[in-house]
């Protein structure tokens, strides 16, 4: 298992994580099952945004005697009324069944406290201009949450809300297919056919970019839920592509996005788990998702660097996904510029080193001008 850096926490987290959602009506034994397979493959970030209380105590049974192996999410907002799930922003609840979390998971703290599915305006305001996010403040200022974070799976709340320096964390739905969609797509439409079939869906939709490079920016990391678009993705029937991507290709490509530090499948069963973190075993040619995506007229990317390194081998070792995606940042006006230069000026090797041989370009399944970014790159940071 491979470990990323959680954004500007300095948390280290498994690159594969777990979504607990699909252990909610299992039994505590295959509950155990699924978390200590989990935990034996390495991951050790766990997402848990359930509320209902059999699911909260059998994760909590799992855990004990190594609950400091693992990092939880565990969600604020996220309460039990009435026999089932809800979404309730009242400050009592909120309180209630946070300590409820805590108390069902044997733990007295919690890794990254996420305020929960903040998709609108009025979601919004509910959390950021009340009590809820004084409250989440408070618990991170007194350390029994470590980051602050947030779920969400519409690009231009979450940017608002990444913007106002608070988010640590984003948990943002996160594949190829969601990137088409518009700005003004809700979460439904995420699961609707008709979504993706009609004119007009040509590569990564702007807000959903810029999202992404706003939290490279501000430092802000994202983890990612629905990476396999819930199986759509998988079936070819069903994939917008009209081919079907395999999990490893989907895991690929939300690794390959910036500020993405984890990507956390959903598992109800072990050998499920196993087929998530096979990722870490597949080779290059398994993860290549641009075989699919550069061959889809409705998800034409020509031009525009994907970060996929198929450009490679560089002659002069350098780089190039990681200067294009520095040159994208600085470009799109990214919130820490100085930030950017720095990581730049980290690299081995920078776009000053291209020797303008042009094998990158022949290479390039996007038809990105290599030579040319390389020259903007080298008059941009002076490196």
Known sequence: MKYRTLGRTGIQVSEIGLGCEHLQGLGEEEVFAVVDEAIRCGVNLLDVFMSEPNVRTNIGKALQGRRSRVLLQGHLCSAWLDGQYSR??????????????????????VDIGMLHFVDTEEDFRSVF????????????????I???????????????????????????SLNP??????ESASVDDLFTPESYRVDGLNGIHPARDRLYRLCEGQGTAITVMKALAAGVLLNAETSPFGVALTPAQCIHYALTRPAVASVLPGCSTPAEVRRSVAYEEASEQERDYSVVLSQMPKYSMRGKCMYCNHCLPCPAHIDIAQVNKYLDLA??????????RAHYGALEQHASDCIRCGSCERNCPFDVPVRSRMQTAQELFGL
């Open 177 to 182: 297919a969601y990137d088409l969609l518009p």
């Open 88 to 109: 309730d922003r009242n400050l009592d609840n909120c309180k209630f069944f946070f300590e409820d979390f805590m108390e069902r998971l044997g733990t007295d703290y």
């Open 331 to 340: 470009q799109a006006g990214a919130q820490a510029p100085d930030t950017v």
């Open 146 to 172: 470590r980051a602050l974070g947030m779920s969400s799976h519409s690009p231009v709340i979450a940017a608002r809300a990444v913007e106002t320096g608070l988010i640590d964390v984003l948990l943002f």
């Open 129 to 144: 201009e009340t009590e809820i996010i004084r409250y989440a403040l408070d618990l991170k200022e007194k350390g029994v």
